[in-house]
């Protein structure tokens, strides 16, 4: 473009390469005129080309230049004016101020968009966990209130089966009491000699009835955590004693010998569960009678070891019968196991007695061990723990009968004359006033069919003792006890013992708040009926 069209001239940058041509208005010699020119902005300094009428510029950043030239005149001067030519090379359009201002907004909106997304990337794994959380908080409450309705129902199915075995057992009790105690009237009396093994197999079969009655209650009473020890002083050589004394009669049936041993070193009085030593040594009697039929059956009693405050009393069982096979004897103390396998048939027995015991005895802290040997006979160990009474303690012995220290009128005689039968059940009533009239024969016995006649008769009549059925209608057992207790004068203090064939400790508790002197379990062998009338009548 000639510079007189235009003082200025603007090229993309794309077309980077511009070329200046210039001439002097000097006519004269064109060619031997000399130039100078710089591009301000670009070249720092002057440049001379000589004659040359032209510069060439390429690759030039975008921005305003200045483009002077000048010329000299003849004379070599220089024409200090010269002449000038505004250049402008455009940026790209990346390099616009629009394409920055919107770089600018890009970036901000980037970083904006960036923020966003982060933070609702954050909020949604906020509202995620938040979510798993209340989910896993519902799912645990939900299992939490699961296993409470579980706990409870066990609880609740654990009760019921507590209550159904206390409510069969007495369902069964009652008439074995009226089976065991007319077989053995019958026996007692005239019978034809044929009829001898029928009794004998009536009173066996009642007997291993009334026994797994028993144990199963004992081992479901264990089992439920339900059984709780006692802590009361006793007297060792008592319960013993008591032990031999309820089974005397087996061993003079099988003429067996039982020798009682005890240690002088044993004390008069320990503290422990006299129930549960009576029942263990019940046990282990039990057997070596049932298991011996010649030669004798040996108890011995010692002191393993004194310590300061407790003594370990070793009780030993041995017989001389049957024995028990080295690879049977680790097994006895299983439940439902026995020596072998025709026991049951030969001897009768569930198998669980040993069982039973071993459980007793390492709940009481103590042990259990079995020494034998086929053909020859057995000997069980027992270890338990007791506390040292304290001086001057009162000793009670709660086995069998479970009866309290005497706090009632000291009878005048041990042998009652004049009994008071409180029971409703007929056939009981034959039973037990069999039992009397054979234990104490000349015995007066009246009979009270409910608790109230009870305590009217009481009131009328003197008697020695009242047996007590705790079950009766119209008024029961508890009620007509507390009743003749509340009495005047000396008619209160008149020993009651009760009758019951529930034997849960809950019962036996009740009968004593209520204020009797001791309990019988129904149905009851004669020894144990003697042994409580005993006990209530000697105080
Ligand atoms: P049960 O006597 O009811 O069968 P136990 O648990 O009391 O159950 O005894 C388990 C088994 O151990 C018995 O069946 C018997 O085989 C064996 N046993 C226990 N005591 C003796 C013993 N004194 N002599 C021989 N065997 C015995």
């Known amino acids: ?61 975008p921005g305003t230049y200045t483009f002077r030239v000048r010329g000299d005149n003849r ?39 960036f923020i966003r997304i982060r933070t609702s990337g954050l909020n949604r794994q906020k509202e995620l966990l938040e979510r798993t959380v209340a989910e896993r908080t519902t799912e645990l409450s939900r299992k939490k209130d699961e296993a409470d309705a579980q706990r409870k129902r066990a609880e609740q ?30 026996k007692r009396n005239e019978h034809l000699p044929a009829q001898e093994s029928y009794l004998d197999a009536i009173a066996q079969s009642s007997e291993n009835l009334l026994v797994i009655v028993n144990d199963i209650l004992d081992l479901s009473k264990i089992e439920a955590g339900k059984l709780e020890l006692e802590q009361v002083p006793l007297d060792p050589r008592e319960v013993l004693r008591s032990v031999v004394d309820v089974l005397r009669h087996r061993t003079e049936e099988k003429g067996l010998l039982v020798r009682m041993e005890v240690d002088p070193a044993v004390p008069a009085r320990v503290i422990g569960d006299p129930t549960r030593l009576h029942q263990v040594l019940m046990n282990l009697v039990g057997n070596a009678i049932k298991f011996t039929e010649r030669g004798s059956v040996r108890i011995t009693l010692q002191v393993k070891e004194q310590l300061s405050e407790a003594v370990m009393l070793r009780f030993v069982v041995t017989d ?15 439940e439902f196991a026995q020596g072998d396998s025709d026991h049951t048939r030969k001897y009768g027995g569930t198998g669980l007695g040993l069982s039973i015991s071993k459980r007793l005895v390492y709940m009481q802290g103590g042990t259990i061990t079995a020494q034998s040997e086929l053909g020859k006979g057995s000997a069980f160990t027992v270890v338990i723990p007791y506390g040292i009474a304290a001086q001057g303690t009162r000793t009670t012995v709660q086995a069998p009968d479970n009866t309290q220290p005497a706090t009632r009128r000291p009878a005048t005689h041990s042998t009652p004359w004049r009994i008071l ?15 009397l009239n054979h234990t104490y024969p000349g015995v007066h016995i009246d009979v009270a069919p409910n608790g109230s006649i009870a305590v009217d008769m009481v009131q009328a009549n003197t008697y020695d003792l009242v047996l007590m059925d705790v079950q009766m209608p119209v008024m029961d057992g508890y009620e007509a006890t507390r009743a003749i207790r509340a009495l005047p004068g000396d008619t209160s203090r008149i020993p009651i013992l009760a009758m019951t064939a529930n034997v849960m400790k809950a019962e036996v508790d009740r009968c004593l708040e209520a204020g009797m002197d001791g ?18 009548c000697e105080r």
Do not use: C
Request: proline share 6%.
């Open 1 to 61: 473009i000639p510079a007189y069209l235009a003082s200025e001239v603007s090229i993309p940058h794309s077309t980077n390469m511009i070329t200046f041509e210039f001439a002097t208005l000097e006519f004269a010699s064109p060619s031997s005129h000399q130039y100078q020119y710089k591009l301000d902005g670009f070249d720092p300094d002057w440049i001379s080309s000589g004659t040359e009428h032209s510069a060439v510029y390429t690759n030039l950043d």
């Open 75 to 113: 004379d070599g001067i220089w024409d200090t004016k010269g002449t000038s030519f505004k250049l402008i090379v455009l940026p790209p359009w990346w390099r616009t101020w629009w394409a920055y201002a919107f770089y600018a907004i890009a970036l901000v909106g980037g970083v904006f968009a």
């Open 157 to 186: 199915s654990e009760q019921v089966k507590q209550q159904f075995l206390a409510n069969m057992s007495h369902e069964i009790r009652t008439p074995m009491n009226a089976i065991m105690g007319m077989s053995t009237s019958l």
């Open 320 to 334: 001389t019968g049957i024995g028990i096979a080295p690879e049977n004897l680790a097994r006895v103390f299983d």
């Open 421 to 435: 039968l409180a029971e409703d059940n007929r056939f009981n009533v034959v039973v037990a006033q069999d039992e």
């Open 519 to 536: 309990f019988i379990p129904k149905p009851f062998r004669r020894e144990e009926l003697v042994e409580a009338i005993r006990k209530v």
